[in-house]
């Protein structure tokens, strides 16, 4: 068995294939792969399992060490440098179609110093170009060297038997796997990434003024009260007409993928504004839509006044409807200001998820709510013989009822309503089932 969180780390200069690797060792998690430098910024991982052997593959930005370089390329590499350093094996990717580069040069030497176990992989091994290269590698000086492709898969499968056999091992390892999946998402800019390392106490997220920093999911764990929580940072979601290039439009499609595997979505919004945009209310909707558990965090406190505090209640009157159902928390990431309640109000927003109740108790509230308030429809009056919880995460009702159709989105409402004044389901949607009740 290996170590338990054993790091396997690519790293190679830009544009070499680290990402298409990345993405043939992954099993879930899928690293973005364009024909630009820097599109990978942060780091992502995944957990691969090889052969009943299971650790931690970790993507990383292009290391750059030329002097004067911009803030964020400078932050890429301190951030793949950090990686590195807690790294159980390196995976060092060169494209062996150009041969060895002054950049391969210098980052080699840099590994060499790291003193880490290390596989050398010349990528790109199908290609006649890479054949008249290939000799050059061996001045790099690393003892392992792997021929690969990995776009076309070729000697994957060897280079994972290799990397289970270099890896230490633990007589036993324990499991990490998460009780439930969080994603903060929102429009660029609004402190979802600062808000990401103050949740994980650590600089897991690359933070900048410049909007789009962030362009893919990135996901981190948290341990809180003995349960271990997936939190997902997601790129900045900009309206359709802004999208123009095909990595906002991966952007996009890699947040929406992860609310949809998520349990709680955590609607990050700039508080300064005043006020909720029509994106910010799309999300909603959609997250609401795909039965999440939601939490509407107004950032910026520090910087709302009270002109501006007027102005959000006036502005969010008109969706009070949907607003009441969720919880919402003002915060501030600058400050410090709430942010250490946020978990525990993740935790009780879990909880309420995951809320029972009885069959007799919903029954008898739902038919005492029909006596005081009857429903009628086409003049024929609604009748519910029971209800009966079917599910969790969300609460799923089955309501048995003597005709199923005259029970539409209003009536279910109505239902609802019932069980919202009885219970706190604040964050969580509750979903009807309707059944004709056969005797």
Same mark, same amino acid.
């Given at each position: 068995?290996?170590?338990?969180?054993?790091?396997?780390?690519?790293?190679?200069?830009?544009?070499?294939?680290?990402? !298409?690797?990345?993405?043939?060792?992954?099993?879930?998690?899928?690293?973005?792969?364009?024909?630009?430098?820097?599109? /990978?910024?942060?780091?992502?991982?995944?957990?691969?399992?090889?052969?009943?052997?299971?650790?931690?593959?970790?993507?990383?930005?292009?290391?750059?060490?030329?002097?004067?370089?911009?803030?964020?390329?400078?932050?890429?590499?301190?951030?793949?440098?950090?990686? *590195?350093?807690?790294?159980?094996? =390196? *995976?060092?990717?060169?494209?062996?179609?150009?041969?060895? /580069?002054?950049?391969?040069? /210098?980052?080699?030497?840099?590994?060499?110093?790291?003193?880490?176990? !290390?596989?050398?992989?010349?990528?790109?091994?199908?290609?006649?170009?890479?054949?008249?290269?290939?000799?050059?590698?061996?001045?790099?000086?690393?003892?392992?060297?792997?021929?690969?492709?990995?776009?076309?898969?070729?000697?994957?499968?060897?280079?994972?038997?290799?990397?289970?056999?270099?890896?230490?091992?633990?007589?036993?390892?324990?499991?990490?796997?998460?009780?439930?999946?969080?994603?903060?998402?929102?429009?660029?800019?609004?402190?979802?990434?600062?808000?990401?390392?103050?949740? =994980?106490?650590?600089?897991?997220?690359?933070?900048?003024?410049?909007?789009?920093?962030?362009?893919?999911?990135?996901?981190?764990?948290?341990?809180?009260?003995?349960? !271990?929580?997936?939190?997902?940072?997601?790129?900045?979601?900009?309206?359709?007409?802004?999208?123009?290039?095909?990595?906002?439009?991966?952007? =996009?499609?890699?947040?929406?993928?992860? =609310?949809?595997?998520?349990?709680?979505?955590?609607?990050?919004?700039?508080?300064?504004?005043?006020?909720?945009?029509?994106?910010?209310?799309?999300?909603?909707?959609?997250? @609401?839509?795909?039965?999440?558990?939601?939490?509407?965090?107004?950032?910026?406190?520090?910087?709302?006044?009270?002109?501006?505090?007027?102005?959000?209640?006036?502005?969010?009157?008109?969706?009070? @409807?949907?607003?009441?159902?969720?919880?919402?928390?003002?915060?501030?990431?600058?400050?410090?200001?709430?942010?250490?309640?946020?978990?525990?109000?993740?935790?009780?927003?879990?909880?309420?998820?995951? /809320?029972?109740?009885?069959?007799?108790?919903?029954?008898?509230?739902?038919?005492?709510?029909?006596?005081?308030?009857?429903?009628?429809?086409?003049?024929?009056?609604?009748?519910?013989?029971?209800?009966?919880?079917?599910?969790?995460?969300?609460?799923?009702?089955?309501?048995?009822?003597?005709?199923?159709?005259?029970?539409?989105?209003?009536?279910?409402?109505?239902?609802?309503?019932?069980?919202?004044?009885?219970?706190?389901?604040?964050?969580?949607?509750?979903?009807?089932?309707?059944?004709?009740?056969?005797?």
């Amino acid at each position: 068995m290996l170590k338990q969180g054993s790091k396997v780390v690519i790293i190679g200069r830009t544009n070499v294939g680290k990402s !298409t690797l990345f993405n043939r060792l992954s099993t879930s998690v899928k690293s973005m792969v364009l024909d630009y430098q820097g599109v /990978t910024r942060d780091f992502v991982y995944d957990d691969v399992v090889w052969r009943e052997a299971q650790f931690q593959l970790l993507d990383t930005g292009g290391i750059d060490f030329k002097k004067g370089l911009d803030f964020l390329t400078e932050a890429i590499r301190e951030r793949a440098i950090v990686v *590195l350093q807690e790294a159980d094996l =390196v *995976l060092f990717l060169c494209d062996g179609s150009i041969g060895v /580069t002054l950049e391969d040069t /210098t980052l080699a030497r840099f590994v060499h110093k790291l003193e880490k176990p !290390t596989i050398l992989l010349i990528n790109k091994s199908d290609s006649k170009q890479t054949q008249d290269h290939i000799q050059e590698f061996d001045k790099l000086g690393f003892e392992k060297t792997l021929e690969i492709s990995a776009q076309h898969g070729l000697g994957i499968a060897e280079l994972l038997d290799e990397i289970v056999a270099m890896l230490p091992e633990q007589e036993k390892a324990l499991g990490d796997e998460p009780e439930y999946k969080v994603v903060l998402i929102g429009k660029p800019n609004v402190g979802k990434s600062s808000l990401m390392n103050l949740l =994980v106490k650590r600089d897991r997220s690359l933070v900048s003024d410049i909007p789009g920093t962030t362009r893919e999911a990135i996901s981190d764990n948290i341990h809180f009260y003995q349960e !271990t929580i997936k939190v997902t940072d997601t790129a900045g979601l900009r309206r359709k007409s802004s999208i123009d290039e095909n990595i906002e439009q991966l952007m =996009v499609k890699s947040s929406l993928t992860a =609310v949809k595997e998520s349990d709680i979505v955590l609607l990050l919004i700039d508080g300064h504004e005043g006020q909720l945009s029509q994106q910010e209310l799309k999300l909603l909707s959609y997250a @609401y839509g795909e039965n999440k558990a939601i939490i509407v965090l107004r950032n910026k406190e520090d910087l709302i006044t009270p002109d501006i505090e007027a102005e959000w209640k006036f502005d969010s009157a008109p969706y009070e @409807y949907l607003l009441k159902k969720v919880e919402m928390l003002t915060i501030s990431c600058k400050t410090g200001l709430n942010v250490g309640k946020v978990m525990p109000l993740i935790k009780d927003v879990w909880e309420r998820f995951n /809320t029972r109740f009885s069959s007799t108790e919903l029954t008898v509230l739902f038919k005492e709510g029909l006596e005081r308030t009857p429903l009628y429809k086409g003049g024929h009056r609604l009748k519910l013989f029971s209800a009966k919880q079917i599910a969790t995460k969300p609460p799923l009702v089955r309501l048995n009822v003597n005709e199923p159709l005259w029970f539409g989105d209003s009536q279910k409402s109505f239902f609802e309503n019932l069980l919202r004044k009885e219970y706190n389901l604040k964050g969580i949607p509750v979903v009807f089932a309707v059944c004709k009740m056969s005797f």
